[in-house]
């Protein structure tokens, strides 16, 4: 957590910190300590609030310009025929990404955080409380584009995505290791400009992702061209499963709608390398 750039204080956690608030006399560092603290709780509040609703929530993160949203809108289009889709939008100011998920027919909340660079579970939270999550099955959430704070903020999500765009250089899981160690999964983006490009190799960047012992498997995507996203849904229709088998378990006493999930047996190895194996098996 930084401590300079403005980043520790959000419009979440800011009544934390002030007169009467529960930080309010702790040292600076005892209030960033404290905070973070503040921030886990809430985040397993908010893990709580998705697994008894059995929704499932993906963290998407990755430097701006990666191409989040225009992967979202790729992705709403191939799945929002079986799942019901909700995503919570995070940038310093405006609601450009949210109206452009709302053109696609789904909810899109849009937290605006001023001079923070990430979401924190507090955000989280508040827009939580905008949605009927009985009413939904999938909650993406778009983190600020930035390699750096994100990671160190657990939003209570189930699962990290960290996007690597081939505009980006290969080597950034080797300058900003945090975000990607923390990836569940790794997108290389924006595939399609990878022939005018002579200057990023895929496997580079899969050996640096392997490099810092994380054996996420990695897909490479183009949502222009649509290359790769079948590959990308068919890994959240996996994740859908196991959250529904998840959450059945944990609170059998919600009786949640069945969802029809459509059964993929494998995924070729083709666009995705698994760090293991060469399939994904769903179902």
Not at 41 to 58: E, M, S
Not at 77 to 96: M, P
Request: with cysteine.
């Amino acid at each position: 957590m930084c401590g300079t750039c403005g980043c520790n204080i959000t419009e979440g956690n800011k009544h934390l910190v002030e007169a009467g608030g529960k930080l309010q006399a702790d040292g600076t560092l005892d209030i960033l300590k404290n905070l973070l603290e503040q921030n886990d709780h809430t985040a397993a509040h908010n893990r709580q609030h998705f697994d008894q609703h059995q929704v499932l929530a993906i963290n998407i993160m990755s430097s701006p310009g990666s191409g989040k949203t225009a992967l979202l809108e790729a992705t709403i289009k191939h799945l929002s025929s079986d799942f019901r889709i909700a995503v919570i939008e995070g940038d310093l100011e405006t609601e450009n990404d949210a109206e452009r998920i709302r053109k696609q027919g789904v909810p899109a909340i849009q937290i605006e955080t001023g001079t923070a660079c990430h979401l924190d579970a507090h955000l989280i939270h508040k827009a939580l409380h905008q949605l009927n999550l009985d009413e939904i099955d999938i909650v993406f959430i778009e983190n600020v584009g930035n390699l750096v704070c994100p990671a160190s903020f657990d939003l209570g999500q189930h699962f990290n995505v960290t996007l690597l765009s081939t505009t980006e250089g290969h080597d950034k899981p080797e300058k900003y290791p945090v975000i990607f160690r923390a990836a569940d999964l790794m997108l290389i983006t924006k595939q399609d400009l990878l022939e005018v490009l002579d200057d990023f190799d895929p496997d580079y960047a899969i050996n640096c992702l392997r490099q810092l012992a994380n054996p996420a498997p990695v897909i490479t995507l183009s949502a222009k061209t649509a290359e790769g996203i079948d590959k990308w849904c068919q890994w959240v229709i996996e994740k859908i499963n196991f959250q529904t088998d998840f959450s059945q378990a944990m609170f059998p006493q919600v009786n949640a709608p069945q969802i029809n999930i459509p059964q993929v047996k494998s995924v070729s190895k083709g666009n995705v390398d698994d760090g293991e194996s060469s399939k994904i098996l769903v179902g």
